[in-house]
């Protein structure tokens, strides 16, 4: 079963909606949706601010960190780099 929302919007942003959701060939309603979906869909997103040359960087060991922990940070910091595109 459907539910009716009442929502407060900005007029502009409402009239840029609207035209989207024409150009697409969908009700408003259908275009928020969508957009809401796609949103929730997505999961936690993580933004990493860096240098472009953060690779070529070398980490500092953390103090009484074995040569395995340090490793498997090191792995990390990596994967969570080529996730964010750096």
């Known amino acids: ?4 929302v009442t929502l407060r919007l900005n007029p502009e942003v409402v009239k840029a909606a609207k035209r989207k ?5 969908r ?3 259908n275009y928020i949706e969508t957009l809401m979906i ?4 997505k999961g936690p997103a993580l933004e990493v ?3 472009a040359d ?3 960087y070398e980490s500092v060991p953390l103090p009484n960190e074995t040569k395995a922990e ?3 940070r090191d792995a ?3 994967a969570i780099l080529d996730q964010s595109g750096h």
């Open 1 to 4: 079963m459907r539910e009716t």
């Open 21 to 25: 959701a024409q150009a697409d060939n």
């Open 27 to 29: 009700t408003l309603t």
């Open 38 to 41: 796609r949103d929730l869909q």
């Open 49 to 51: 601010i860096a240098p």
């Open 54 to 56: 953060i690779r070529e």
């Open 70 to 72: 340090r490793k498997r």
């Open 76 to 78: 990390l910091f990596h």
